[in-house]
């Protein structure tokens, strides 16, 4: 089992949707969780990070953390065509070193 | 934001030759730098810490010889790909975390990579 689990995609979704993607991890002992977009060709970028259960937002971004059931979400409201790009999640596993473990990654594409 | 800078952007070389990228902390002191190595459209995968000042501690099945990293100053590593070869081809991404009682403590920021083509 990977240590944190995305779907691949590709994901697709009108303008003006709702894009859901989700991330599950393996380590029980988790505490940090971790958004990225990445554009190709570009490094990653950080949207939100969330250290509690429950959702954190900020703006059109909603991260939802469940430690019980081991997943962490994002939603992204009023998507718009430049939110197309792969969203990685990432998690601070513990015993880790406070080392970043990716997942690989889900392609989301908002067609307009 | 705090900014990290990587150089160079895009490097082409020849197979067997050597090249550094740098990765630079801009505006915050980084203790620790960490060196991802990205497959197109794969994720990143951690190749190894860099902390100032002490020996970079190395993912398991990354060559140390092969892949020198070098941690001089809070500011500053560099990551080397001694006698590289196609399969050497990749994107290169440094990250760094700020310092300990700043700000920034705890958030990573990522350099802005490295594509890296050996002929």
């Known amino acids: 089992q990977k240590e944190v689990e995305q779907n691949s995609g590709p994901l697709s979704v009108p303008e003006g949707a709702i894009a859901s993607l989700n991330c599950t991890y393996s380590?029980?002992?988790?505490?940090?969780f971790f958004w990225y977009r990445q554009y190709s060709g570009k490094s990653p970028e950080l949207i939100m990070f969330?250290?509690?259960?429950g959702d954190k937002e900020d703006g059109r971004f909603t991260a939802q953390l469940n430690k019980a059931s081991q997943y962490v979400s994002l939603l992204i409201r009023d998507s718009q065509p430049s939110d197309s790009a792969t969203y990685l999640c990432?998690?601070?596993?513990?015993?880790?070193?406070?080392?970043?473990?990716f997942g690989s990654g889900t392609q989301l594409t908002v067609l307009p | 934001g705090a900014v990290v800078s990587q150089h160079p952007s895009r490097v082409i070389c020849k197979s067997g030759t050597s090249v550094k990228i740098e990765c630079r902390s801009l505006?915050?002191?980084?203790?620790?730098m960490f060196w991802y190595r990205q497959f197109p459209k794969k994720s990143l995968m951690l190749m190894a810490t860099?902390?100032?000042?002490?020996?970079?501690?190395?993912e398991q099945g990354v060559e140390k010889d092969k892949f020198l990293i070098n941690h001089a100053s809070l500011t500053l590593s560099t990551l080397t790909v001694t006698s590289a070869h196609p399969e050497d081809s990749s994107f290169y991404i440094c990250?760094?975390?700020?310092?300990?009682?700043?700000?920034?403590?705890?958030?990573?920021?990522f350099g802005e990579g490295s594509r890296l083509t050996v002929l």
């Open positions: 990250s760094a975390r700020g310092r300990s009682g700043t700000g920034l403590s705890g958030e990573l920021f």
């Open positions: 380590d029980r002992g988790s505490q940090s």
């Open positions: 969330i250290y509690s259960n």
């Open positions: 990432a998690v601070i596993l513990s015993g880790s070193a406070r080392q970043l473990t």
């Open positions: 505006d915050f002191q980084a203790t620790t």
């Open positions: 860099s902390n100032e000042g002490s020996k970079a501690t190395y």
